[in-house]
């Protein structure tokens, strides 16, 4: 059977070897398992010699090093023409597709190495603005890596945007928010790869990100739920699981991020207050929180330098696990750790808050020119919102619960 890109694309040719009808000397094995291009010439003195091309890599993404039928005749021509000129031939042997280049794994390793580096120096120059997103590099290399778990030892060339898209809608079928939040991550870590040419281009802003999009939360939960759920919190079995409940309890009252909560010390709490630098938060800018006695029961006592919410190892982690078991004994299922927020935004509304005010108290960035012109840090008004919740939650937690099936 003659070699023909369609022959290749499709799979069609057997295995054994094919002599190329355009070319001579150009030569594809098949094998079980890989399509390999060999050019045979003779060399000084009549002797038969076989150099190794490359390969040939069916359904390859665009940009790898996959070689197609024209790439492998033109690359025998130029191999041919050096021998009939005189010139030697001997090349590096070119690496195989699906094992050659560096992997996703090596990719994320080198990214962060860089990131840190670039962070040392601008500390040491006193530029903050290059240190931005120092406070969540660790979180973002995690999550990459954990939903790229499959694609790690995967030759950074060989991933391609349809397995970033399938990896992305397989987290947003179980998390919207986290799919964008994945989406993110990947975009500025390829965006640096692109940089550095580690990558040809980065494809990740030509993907859409379909987290919220694909499910809109709405989820408000109802003064039964949050009674039970609040029961359930003491009764987690490990010291862990004990943090994590109060750590839901502390989202519920005072309304903010669970990745900013988790990091939360006993040195941050000052006066009754909760003082957030524009390093700790996803808004980049200052954030002072007058919290209601309510939260303040849930943080425990400790070092300045301790871990309100602890884990065993540092901060407190597998927050998946510790609210499957919560599920459980509060009865109370379908809801994620950003409802908690929503819950308390919403109750706020209710309430008669502002909804400026609310705004402030989630610590939402400004969008627009507003950014600009609207500096105040409405501290007071803030500690009256949450205050008002606060006062509100402790109606809905004496009020009898119902069953909840």
């Given at each position: ?165 399938k990896v992305r809608d397989r987290i947003a079928a179980r998390a919207p928010q986290m ?200 501290n007071r008004a803030k500690g009256e919102a949450i205050e008002a919740w606060a006062a ?14």
């Amino acid at each position: 059977m003659k070699i023909s890109a369609a022959a290749l694309n499709n799979n069609s040719l057997p295995e054994g070897r094919h002599q190329d009808h355009i070319v001579s000397g150009l030569v594809l094995i098949v094998g079980k398992k890989r399509r390999t291009w060999y050019v045979r010439y003779r060399g000084a003195g009549g002797k038969q010699k076989t150099d190794l091309l490359g390969y040939f890599v069916p359904d390859a993404p665009p940009g790898s090093d996959s070689m197609g039928l024209l790439d492998a005749r033109n690359k025998a021509k130029e191999i041919l023409g050096r021998v009939e000129a005189g010139v030697p031939t001997k090349e590096e042997k070119p690496q195989h597709p699906k094992q050659g280049g560096m992997t996703l794994d090596q990719l994320f390793d080198e990214y962060e190495k860089a990131r840190r580096a670039k962070a040392v120096a601008a500390q040491a120059g006193g530029n903050k603005k290059k240190m931005k997103g120092m406070q969540t590099l660790p979180e973002a290399i995690r999550t990459v890596r954990r939903n790229l778990h499959d694609y790690l030892k995967l030759p950074v060339h060989d991933f391609s945007k349809a397995d970033l898209k399938k990896v992305r809608d397989r987290i947003a079928a179980r998390a919207p928010q986290m799919s964008d939040r994945f989406m993110s991550y990947m975009g500025t870590i390829m965006k640096w790869a692109a940089q550095e040419d580690h990558i040809p281009v980065n494809f990740v802003p030509d993907t859409l990100k379909v987290g919220p999009g694909l499910v809109k939360r709405e989820r408000v939960l109802t003064p039964d739920e949050i009674r039970a759920i609040w029961a359930a919190c003491p009764f987690l079995d490990s010291d862990e699981g004990k943090a994590y409940g109060r750590l839901v309890r502390f989202l519920l009252v005072s309304a903010q991020r669970i990745s900013e909560a988790a990091a939360l010390k006993h040195g941050d709490i000052i006066a009754g207050c909760w003082k957030q630098g524009e390093d700790d938060n996803k808004s980049s800018r200052e954030h002072l929180l007058e919290l209601p006695q309510l939260a303040l029961e849930q943080l425990g006592t400790g070092k300045a330098d301790e871990l309100c919410f602890s884990g065993r190892k540092g901060k407190l982690g597998g927050f998946s696990k510790f609210k499957t078991e919560l599920d459980k004994l509060s009865g109370v299922t379908g809801w994620r750790h950003h409802d908690l927020r929503r819950t308390a935004s919403t109750n706020m509304q209710e309430l008669g808050v502002a909804p400026h005010i609310v705004d402030m108290v989630l610590n939402h960035s400004i969008k627009g020119v507003g950014a600009h012109y609207m500096h105040a840090t409405m501290n007071r008004a803030k500690g009256e919102a949450i205050e008002a919740w606060a006062a509100e939650l402790k109606k809905i937690l004496r009020a009898q619960t119902r069953n909840i099936v």
